[in-house]
């Protein structure tokens, strides 16, 4: 049997742990395949699109950012990738058609959503932190459930205004007020790359909260960004970001070898221990 082959398109991809990931899953399900980096430069998409029509790729996920920038080059998109125009996961389908789905909804949904009561959060205040490749999915997933009362800021407002075009119901605040505007949510969530490891963090600080705030950060390395400890130590219900990235893995995967792959505690000790 002749091995099929996987990968993520992205720049910069070097951290990356998908491979990581769907390498374990085919060697638990016996399945011959080899998922790798396919770092390309934005010129390069449509070539290894191409790639998934010849069958000589089986599947691709698209990671930051070409997650829009891709949509062009595919053949349909379908359900979540339709509703969010941001496709992470590509395939060919029975009528040789190249098809972008998006697993990024199911992955919120199953890492936070599912975790909660869905009654307690459809009153709740919710602040979105940031517009980048990953936010129109959380806003989708929560409007899924009708839970609608959504704010969002972003250091770049006509990105947040963008999303809002796509989600009329969101409202705006503007990036220097979220230190006063934290005081009225119940759930905030961190969509922007700030607190990630070697990177930058927030230079305001979000101090004005509810002693019963929820926080969830996108965030999985490290598993416990400043933002995060700080919250963590007042006693915050938080969420990091790793399952998120196991849940979008597990409905790929679905989506290319028709099984479910189990998350569990032995695959995200393997992945905790190959955080860099
Ligand atoms: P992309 O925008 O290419 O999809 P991303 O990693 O998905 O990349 O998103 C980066 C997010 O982090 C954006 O919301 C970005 O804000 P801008 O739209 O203003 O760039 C946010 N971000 C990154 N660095 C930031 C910083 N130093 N201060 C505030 N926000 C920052």
């Known amino acids: 049997m002749i091995e099929k082959k996987y990968g993520v398109i992205g720049n910069p991809l070097s951290h990356s742990l998908s491979p990581l990931l769907h390498n374990f899953w085919f060697k638990k399900h016996n399945i011959k395949a080899n998922y790798s980096l396919i770092e ?21 996920n698209v990671t930051v950012p070409y997650k829009q920038a891709v949509i062009p ?11 969010t125009s941001s496709v992470n996961t590509i395939y060919l389908n029975n009528e040789k058609k190249v098809v972008g789905e998006n697993t990024d909804v199911y992955g919120f949904n199953s890492s936070f959503i599912k975790k909660l009561n869905n009654e307690d959060l459809l009153e709740k205040k919710i602040l979105i932190l940031g517009a980048g490749g990953v936010t129109p999915s959380i806003i989708y997933s929560l409007k899924k459930k009708k839970i609608e009362k959504i704010y ?14 796509k989600f009329p119901f969101i409202e ?6 979220i230190n006063d505007i934290s005081l009225e949510m119940d759930v905030i969530i961190n969509t922007t790359s700030l607190g990630m490891k070697n990177g930058s963090d ?3 600080e979000i101090e004005k909260i509810k002693p019963k705030l929820i926080y969830y950060d996108v965030i999985y390395n490290p598993l416990e960004t400043k933002l995060l400890k700080k919250f963590k130590e007042k006693e ?23 099984i479910n792959p ?15």
């Open 262 to 276: 189990e998350v569990d505690q032995e695959l995200k000790n393997i992945i905790i221990s190959n955080l860099k």
């Open 40 to 60: 390309i430069k934005e010129d390069q998409i449509e070539e290894i699109v191409n790639k998934i029509k010849k069958e000589e790729l089986q599947g691709i």
């Open 73 to 83: 080059f595919l053949d349909l998109i379908i359900n979540d990738a339709k509703e």
């Open 172 to 177: 705006i605040i503007l990036w220097e007020n």
């Open 152 to 165: 969002i800021s972003n250091r770049t407002v006509e990105k947040a205004q963008s999303i809002k075009a």
């Open 202 to 204: 927030f230079k305001q």
């Open 236 to 258: 915050i219900r938080t969420f990091n970001g790793l399952d998120m990235f196991l849940y979008q893995g597990q409905k790929s995967f679905c989506l290319w070898n028709k």
